[in-house]
């Protein structure tokens, strides 16, 4: 055998986590494991298994066809709900390995925190909850998605983090890695929905808080960058994930204003009226025909209307507007 290389096993894994990452990191070796106990594999951390299967699932893969902001957009170079996520991952690598704390599981946190978006992002979610008691949640749908339809055996910490990464569940997530995703997710979404307004013509440079300006930059990379290290700074300072209070409070004023001009401008409505309809009506059509429903979806022990809403929750959004089209336009041969 060759003595160029040397195989890297489990074990070498565990054993330079458990030298090189600070004392607060989240280690493979202590995961509380999955749900049903597996053999640990020779050579991955439980962590690394975790991203492995994320990145080879469906709903990974069909974030690319799902919207971030901008509907079913013809540009090429808009954000999709795939793109943010790799962007999401990308910075929260960055905090992590800033912080030393473990990469692998920020990475497997970020790649599968938003495989449960429905269609048409939040206006899907609006419609969607008008089916169910209280309101449709995503994460939940994304834990849902790994554990019944797509079942992936995630351990405790991954799917922790994806259950309770949005800002508006007040105990968020478990581990100092899950927490750096809450800030990951939000700093992505604020950076490249700004930018993809400003190339839509939705806004203008001039048009966004001159606090956002003069504290970040101009949009693009120097915002993240400066949001990254404001949070890396703050967390080492503090001991805990966090940010600048004043740039957490900058952060929270261009949310505001992305919502008031971007997310919920009147010029959006029509668009928005009909992502509903469409939502509203495949959830009715599959809700009147159970047995059309794919047998993937059909989960036994689910009743008929969440089958319905896996389903409809699960299309991209050109397939749920063919799927659509084919139901509900008529049709002017036979």
């Not at 079913?72 to 704390?101: C, F, M, W």
């Not at 794919?294 to 929750?313: K, L």
């Amino acid at each position: 055998m060759s003595d160029r290389f040397r195989l890297r096993t489990r074990h070498d894994a565990e054993r330079l986590e458990e030298e090189l990452l600070a004392p607060a990191a989240t280690r493979a070796a202590a995961s509380k494991g999955r749900a049903v106990p597996e053999i640990p594999d020779p050579v991955r951390t439980a962590f690394e298994r975790d991203r492995d299967r994320i990145l080879h699932s469906k709903a990974f893969r069909r974030l690319k066809h799902k919207t971030q902001v901008f509907m079913n957009p013809e540009g090429d170079h808009y954000v999709t709900r795939l793109t943010h996520t790799l962007k999401v991952t990308q910075i929260g690598r960055s905090i992590a390995r800033d912080l030393s704390l473990n990469e692998t599981l920020t990475e497997a946190m970020c790649l599968g925190h938003d495989v449960g978006h429905s269609p048409f992002g939040h206006t899907g979610e609006e419609a969607l909850s008008e089916f169910v008691d209280g309101e449709w949640s995503h994460a939940e749908q994304s834990v849902r998605i790994f554990a019944v339809l797509e079942p992936l055996n995630l351990t405790w910490e991954v799917t922790d983090a994806i259950a309770r990464h949005p800002w508006r569940v007040p105990d968020g997530p478990s581990t100092p890695e899950g927490d750096i995703l809450r800030y990951a997710d939000r700093i992505a979404y604020l950076s490249h929905d700004v930018e993809d307004a400003l190339r839509a013509g939705v806004i203008r440079t001039d048009d966004l808080p001159a606090e956002a300006l003069a504290a970040f930059g101009e949009p693009g990379r120097e915002w993240i960058g400066t949001a990254i290290r404001s949070v890396t700074d703050e967390s080492l300072r503090t001991g805990v994930i966090s940010m600048d209070e004043g740039l957490l409070e900058v952060m929270h004023d261009l949310r505001t204003f992305m919502f008031e001009r971007v997310y919920l401008r009147a010029a959006m409505e029509p668009q928005r009226r009909r992502a509903k309809e469409i939502v509203r009506d495949l959830v009715a059509y599959f809700a009147d025909r159970p047995a059309e429903i794919p047998a993937t979806y059909r989960h036994e022990g689910s009743d008929t209307r969440t089958q319905v809403i896996d389903y409809v929750a699960g299309m991209t959004d050109r397939f749920a507007i063919r799927m659509h089209d084919r139901l509900f336009r008529p049709r002017l041969f036979d």
